[in-house]
């Protein structure tokens, strides 16, 4: 099964850029963000191997049970205590048993091509090191806000990168993590204008910071449409449970039960914060896939090069 999922994903070009791009991002501890892990390690697990995990981590003291739907409360507390009443916990803490090694932070800006032949048009991903809730949890809120600005049709971003012909899209996102969550941001340029488009991204995001980049509008409309987004996720329980333990893994519940009204606290000045500390003038890792007519048609060798840097 994990064979099959893993295999979905290598029929997706995008897939590749993403893997390149988080072994540049995260060096050595890149397993600890690859997710859907190691397809040479998945083809050799064993049950031997699958009781060391579970030795490890898989404990009451470190897990959280979520029923969602018409229920009982006392009800569902009898039937799990019924079923996990004899769990036995750890007599240790995992986390201090095994502790979580800190990502190293990016030295210097990187550039990649990655290549294959099931590309249909260049697509770039460029990607910083941001905010995580342990260290910066303001942040975090302005992350999604600002986030949400650049997507409206409206903003200064759309309107200089896609109105303009330079771009098929682009859109900016963050991923809250508990150990520094990726601000990563997606281009498909116009392939007759991809230079310019680069060229064009680069003096968009030199404007971030400034007071007159989103219009106050705008910075409401965000907060509107990320309360809204979070409203329709709790519409369906099954979809709710995922979110919240989410929520509960990557940072808290509280966390969670305060975040619409977190993210109406952010202000601009909260927004430019957030691009000067972690995007703005900070390292990056910038790739572009290609398949290998377009690498050879646009005569690229280096992307670094191709863009001046």
Same mark, same amino acid.
């Given at each position: 099964?994990?064979?099959?999922?893993?295999q979905r994903?290598?029929?997706?070009?995008?897939?590749?850029?993403?893997?390149?791009s988080?072994?540049?991002?995260?060096?050595d501890?890149?397993?600890r963000k690859?997710?859907?892990g190691?397809h040479?390690?998945?083809?050799?697990?064993?049950?031997e191997?699958?009781q060391?995990?579970?030795?490890?981590?898989y404990?009451?003291?470190?897990?959280?049970?979520?029923?969602a739907?018409?229920?009982?409360h006392?009800?569902?507390?009898?039937?799990?205590n019924?079923i996990f009443?004899d769990?036995?916990?750890?007599?240790?803490?995992?986390f201090?048993?095994?502790?979580i *090694?800190?990502?190293?932070p990016?030295?210097?800006t990187e550039y990649?091509?990655?290549v294959?032949?099931?590309?249909q048009?260049?697509?770039s991903m460029?990607? /910083?090191?941001? *905010?995580?809730?342990?260290?910066?949890?303001?942040?975090?809120?302005?992350?999604? &806000?600002?986030?949400?600005?650049?997507?409206q049709?409206?903003s200064e971003?759309?309107?200089n990168?896609?109105?303009?012909?330079?771009a098929?899209?682009?859109?900016?996102g963050?991923?809250?993590n508990?150990y520094?969550g990726p601000i990563?941001?997606?281009?498909?340029p116009n392939?007759?204008?991809t230079?310019?488009a680069?060229?064009?991204?680069?003096?968009?995001i030199?404007? /971030?910071?400034s007071d007159?980049?989103?219009t106050?509008?705008?910075l409401?409309?965000?907060k509107?449409?990320?309360?809204i987004q979070?409203?329709?996720?709790k519409?369906q329980?099954?979809?709710f449970?995922?979110? &919240?333990?989410?929520w509960w893994a990557?940072?808290?519940?509280?966390?969670y039960?305060?975040y619409?009204?977190n993210?109406?606290?952010?202000?601009?000045?909260?927004?430019?914060?957030?691009?000067?500390?972690?995007?703005?003038g900070?390292?990056?890792?910038?790739?572009?896939?290609l398949?290998?007519?377009?690498?050879?048609?646009m005569?690229?060798e280096s992307?670094?090069?191709?863009?001046?840097?």
């Amino acid at each position: 099964m994990v064979d099959g999922e893993f295999q979905r994903n290598e029929s997706n070009p995008i897939f590749y850029l993403f893997q390149d791009s988080n072994h540049k991002m995260w060096g050595d501890l890149y397993s600890r963000k690859n997710v859907i892990g190691d397809h040479d390690i998945i083809m050799t697990a064993t049950p031997e191997k699958m009781q060391i995990v579970k030795d490890k981590y898989y404990y009451p003291n470190n897990s959280i049970i979520t029923v969602a739907g018409d229920i009982s409360h006392k009800e569902v507390l009898k039937r799990v205590n019924e079923i996990f009443g004899d769990w036995e916990p750890s007599d240790f803490d995992p986390f201090e048993k095994y502790p979580i *090694p800190e990502f190293e932070p990016l030295s210097k800006t990187e550039y990649f091509i990655t290549v294959n032949e099931n590309t249909q048009t260049p697509i770039s991903m460029i990607a /910083w090191h941001g *905010p995580d809730t342990r260290n910066d949890i303001p942040a975090t809120y302005a992350a999604d &806000v600002f986030s949400f600005i650049l997507t409206q049709r409206s903003s200064e971003f759309q309107k200089n990168m896609v109105e303009s012909g330079l771009a098929l899209q682009v859109n900016l996102g963050y991923q809250t993590n508990m150990y520094v969550g990726p601000i990563t941001l997606f281009l498909i340029p116009n392939p007759e204008k991809t230079k310019e488009a680069f060229a064009q991204l680069e003096k968009e995001i030199d404007k /971030w910071d400034s007071d007159d980049y989103f219009t106050d509008e705008q910075l409401e409309t965000a907060k509107t449409m990320l309360a809204i987004q979070d409203a329709y996720g709790k519409e369906q329980t099954s979809q709710f449970l995922h979110t &919240v333990t989410y929520w509960w893994a990557s940072a808290s519940i509280d966390y969670y039960i305060g975040y619409v009204e977190n993210l109406n606290k952010v202000t601009r000045q909260d927004i430019k914060n957030y691009v000067q500390k972690y995007i703005k003038g900070k390292p990056s890792v910038t790739g572009l896939l290609l398949s290998p007519d377009m690498k050879e048609q646009m005569g690229i060798e280096s992307l670094q090069a191709y863009l001046g840097k």
